[in-house]
């Protein structure tokens, strides 16, 4: 019996169409990537185990997707351990690879292994699918694309400003509206330090990246459940409750750190980034947000976070500075700063906003109806002159019905319809009908170039 | 302790420069896929295994790589059974998933899939990686890429003259000279039938697939093993021997299949397709091999293979007409013909005629070298503008030593250096350097654009 055909949950298939939009997405970023200097790298597929367990935590570790050894995989496997279900222990015996989980981690392991090689500063992007077996729900697949831009080797604030600078042009050519949130790791922990608080960090920074969700009393609730006193709570209040222009937020935020370092030296990087985005000129809505931290932990600078200001839907872009992303690979203090594209959240964004343009949307400038053998052979013969004039054509292979030819061009959208039939052949033109007006004229078959740009 | 990183055997990365050379290579696939009317399509990299299984042959099934199942994958697991060391039944137990191995069974599914949405006849190319758990060696890999483009759902020779137009443009803009070979598996068939051996068909084509590796005298002595008596054997050595010109092996061909009707209409079809690629004009030389068979038995018409020239080395791509592969999914009798082009192959032939053109290779045009911060702002500002006209741009993000700057854009190979300094930033100039002729001289800012283009 034959299989009825499905492909795993939380994977698609991309036809034509949806190809074609999501072609515009990586376009538009892959040449804005180029524009900026930076330079493309891949990666494998599958990693070794060992360079991804124990970079994502328990959970991640759990959601990497790993690959059965070849051949007899029982080798060493302790029955036993089969029967008493100790599938995790044994995952090592029978499991030597995964997929990749994101673009960060094999980066930092392309960096460490290739160090001899490669220019400090070191300016990579890279677009390439990444897995994880999380459980599938809308808008969350087990593989997507992620759209890296990263340079380390710098500690250089000026990376940021480029970097943002390429997100603002980025959105600008796809004519999405946004707003760039920004904050620095160094502020966050000022402000621990601040409100008496310091080895609570990261405590802090879960319970109000969540202020937007739950609202500010929630947060104040969390953050006394994870054992903030209620003087660390009241210090914190005037800070999450900073509000005005940019301008107004540094400068309430440069007078409440006044006596802490850390803060001091964050507040000076955001102005020194904030300022150097003014001088170059910024499209996008620029935010001090103080709640921003976002999930992972390893920022320890700049942190920057993407939103649409059009629709509703969350970070569409994120990113920030790292200090330590090769330590775990034996290369400690390499400084970077990176930024990561969300291209399915973008491409979502694109379609609640119907932003395509029409370029975009169909590759075939023109079909050739097949109206017989002789006729055929001519159609093939015109549109070999187009394509070396760049110009993209296919013939109808079969000598079908009209209206099937017909519909096969309307169902395509293909701009223009060309017939050369018995007349047409005769005096070497060709009937050109236009599909959007129903125009239709005969012309000279060294017009037809012309007529088609 | 840090890991030592490395990456699984038989998989690679790719630097900027790799990169950018296979970038080529591809972005020129594509572009003449998209010329003549091929549409993209994409597909899970994870299949179902029951999608993948029995396609490949037991062996095939061997060497796809399986995902091991999320979650407590003991769980159904016969204890006895892993003891014993019967991995291959316990398989299905503890994996429902595998990485695609090709673009063609994915492509087949889809096409089952999505029937009701696609338009016949369908043309679509599909670039991609696939995974195979081969032995790595010298030019295998376990990872690669695809590049396949295919016609289904039309059975006209016209397809066949279209997808070698393109074959034929691919490797000229590629600056690649090849040969095609061209066979039809009626031909095949009909030889069979001919020398009165139809059930050896299979045993035939895989010997002679052999001729050009082991010579005619080995390939009858394995026909011999494989069960064929002298009679047929010498009833085949004059087909074999055909040589001339492609007009004479088709006449010869003609003559002596001519009671045979198979082989008849298979000579027939060469002859339209040849005579098609006459009208339509091959540069591309064209060799008819009566011993081109391939490995896949699927073909069922048209058989093309090609190979470069100037390079020795495999076939570099092939393809042909099918008419059932779709038929285990449950859609049987859809024709269909294929192409497939081997990027790494391509890729080796590229590097040993050393053809990549210059503009290939590198991305960014000019580096702004980094004096100070008000010179760099003023970079800063330089380099927006250039990319505001198309020209990629980068700015040193450090005040680092000037030797270091200059190492960088060196190793890079970016063509041009601009350097704003304290004079240049008082008199909106910028002293621009040309790395490959040494030469230098100080510019208006307004005209780096020009002379830069």
Same mark, same amino acid.
């Given at each position: 019996?034959?299989?009825?055909?499905?492909?795993?949950?939380?994977?698609?298939?991309?036809?034509?169409?949806?190809?074609?939009?999501?072609?515009?997405?990586?376009?538009?970023?892959?040449?804005?990537?180029?524009?900026?200097?930076?330079?493309?790298?891949?990666?494998?597929?599958?990693?070794?185990?060992?360079?991804?367990?124990?970079?994502?935590?328990?959970?991640?570790?759990?959601?990497?997707?790993?690959?059965?050894?070849?051949?007899?995989?029982?080798?060493?496997?302790?029955?036993?351990?089969?029967?008493?279900?100790?599938?995790?222990?044994?995952?090592?015996?029978?499991?030597?690879?995964?997929?990749?989980?994101?673009?960060?981690?094999?980066?930092?392991?392309?960096?460490?292994?290739?160090?001899?090689?490669?220019?400090?500063?070191?300016?990579?992007?890279?677009?390439?699918?990444?897995?994880?077996?999380?459980?599938?729900?809308?808008?969350?697949?087990?593989?997507?694309?992620?759209?890296?831009?990263?340079?380390?080797?710098?500690?250089?604030?000026?990376?940021?400003?480029?970097?943002?600078?390429?997100?603002?042009?980025?959105?600008?050519?796809?004519?999405?509206?946004?707003?760039?949130?920004?904050?620095?790791?160094?502020?966050?922990?000022?402000?621990?330090?601040?409100?008496?608080?310091?080895?609570?960090?990261?405590?802090?920074?879960?319970?109000?990246?969540?202020?937007?969700?739950?609202?500010?009393?929630?947060?104040?609730?969390?953050?006394?459940?994870?054992?903030?006193?209620?003087?660390?709570?009241?210090?914190?209040?005037?800070?999450?409750?900073?509000?005005?222009?940019?301008?107004?937020?540094?400068?309430?935020?440069?007078?409440?750190?006044?006596?802490?370092?850390?803060?001091?030296?964050?507040?000076?990087?955001?102005?020194?980034?904030?300022?150097?985005?003014?001088?170059?000129?910024?499209?996008? %809505?620029? =935010? &001090?947000?103080? @709640?921003?931290?976002?999930?992972? /932990?390893?920022? *320890? $600078?700049?942190?920057?976070?993407?939103?649409?200001?059009?629709?509703?839907?969350?970070?569409?872009?994120?990113?920030?500075?790292?200090?330590?992303?090769?330590?775990?690979?034996?290369?400690?203090?390499?400084?970077?700063?990176?930024?990561?594209?969300?291209?399915?959240?973008?491409?979502?964004?694109?379609?609640?906003?119907?932003?395509?343009?029409?370029?975009?949307?169909?590759?075939?400038?023109?079909?050739?109806?097949?109206?017989?053998?002789?006729?055929?052979?001519?159609?093939?013969?015109?549109?070999?002159?187009?394509?070396?004039?760049?110009?993209?054509?296919?013939?109808?292979?079969?000598?079908?019905?009209?209206?099937?030819?017909?519909?096969?061009?309307?169902?395509?959208?293909?701009?223009?319809?060309?017939?050369?039939? %018995?007349? =047409? &052949?005769?005096? @070497?033109?060709?009937?050109?009908? /236009?599909?959007? *007006? $129903?125009?239709?004229?005969?012309?000279?078959?060294?017009?037809?170039?012309?007529?088609?740009?």
């Amino acid at each position: 019996m034959a299989q009825k055909p499905s492909i795993p949950k939380g994977t698609r298939d991309f036809g034509a169409a949806e190809m074609a939009r999501r072609n515009y997405i990586f376009d538009t970023i892959r040449s804005v990537f180029r524009l900026y200097g930076f330079r493309p790298i891949e990666t494998p597929a599958m990693e070794n185990l060992s360079t991804l367990m124990g970079k994502y935590g328990e959970e991640g570790d759990k959601l990497l997707f790993k690959i059965l050894n070849s051949g007899d995989w029982t080798r060493g496997v302790d029955p036993a351990m089969v029967g008493a279900g100790e599938a995790a222990k044994l995952t090592p015996k029978v499991s030597e690879k995964g997929l990749r989980y994101d673009l960060t981690v094999p980066f930092a392991r392309f960096v460490v292994q290739h160090r001899a090689e490669l220019q400090m500063p070191f300016k990579r992007y890279q677009i390439q699918p990444v897995w994880r077996a999380d459980r599938p729900q809308k808008g969350r697949y087990r593989e997507f694309y992620q759209c890296d831009a990263d340079v380390v080797g710098s500690d250089s604030l000026l990376n940021e400003i480029e970097l943002l600078n390429l997100v603002d042009e980025v959105f600008a050519r796809l004519g999405i509206r946004i707003t760039i949130k920004i904050n620095n790791r160094k502020v966050l922990a000022g402000i621990a330090e601040h409100i008496g608080a310091p080895d609570k960090l990261v405590d802090i920074t879960t319970a109000i990246d969540k202020i937007d969700k739950i609202g500010m009393e929630a947060v104040c609730a969390e953050l006394g459940e994870r054992g903030l006193d209620c003087a660390a709570i009241e210090a914190l209040r005037p800070i999450l409750a900073i509000g005005g222009t940019l301008d107004e937020r540094l400068c309430a935020l440069e007078t409440l750190l006044a006596a802490n370092p850390t803060g001091t030296l964050g507040v000076k990087e955001l102005r020194e980034v904030t300022d150097g985005l003014k001088a170059t000129g910024l499209r996008a %809505e620029l =935010e &001090l947000d103080v @709640s921003l931290a976002r999930g992972l /932990n390893y920022y *320890t $600078g700049t942190i920057i976070e993407v939103k649409a200001r059009d629709v509703a839907i969350g970070s569409i872009t994120g990113g920030g500075r790292y200090d330590n992303l090769t330590g775990v690979f034996g290369m400690p203090g390499l400084s970077g700063v990176g930024i990561s594209f969300g291209a399915d959240r973008i491409y979502d964004v694109l379609n609640a906003l119907d932003l395509y343009p029409a370029e975009a949307q169909n590759s075939t400038r023109v079909i050739f109806l097949n109206l017989g053998a002789a006729e055929a052979a001519a159609s093939l013969r015109a549109a070999m002159d187009l394509r070396a004039q760049g110009v993209a054509a296919e013939v109808y292979p079969d000598t079908a019905k009209m209206k099937k030819q017909m519909g096969y061009a309307d169902a395509l959208r293909i701009p223009y319809v060309a017939i050369i039939g %018995e007349e =047409e &052949l005769a005096e @070497s033109s060709v009937t050109l009908k /236009n599909m959007a *007006t $129903g125009e239709q004229s005969r012309i000279a078959l060294d017009a037809l170039a012309g007529a088609l740009s």
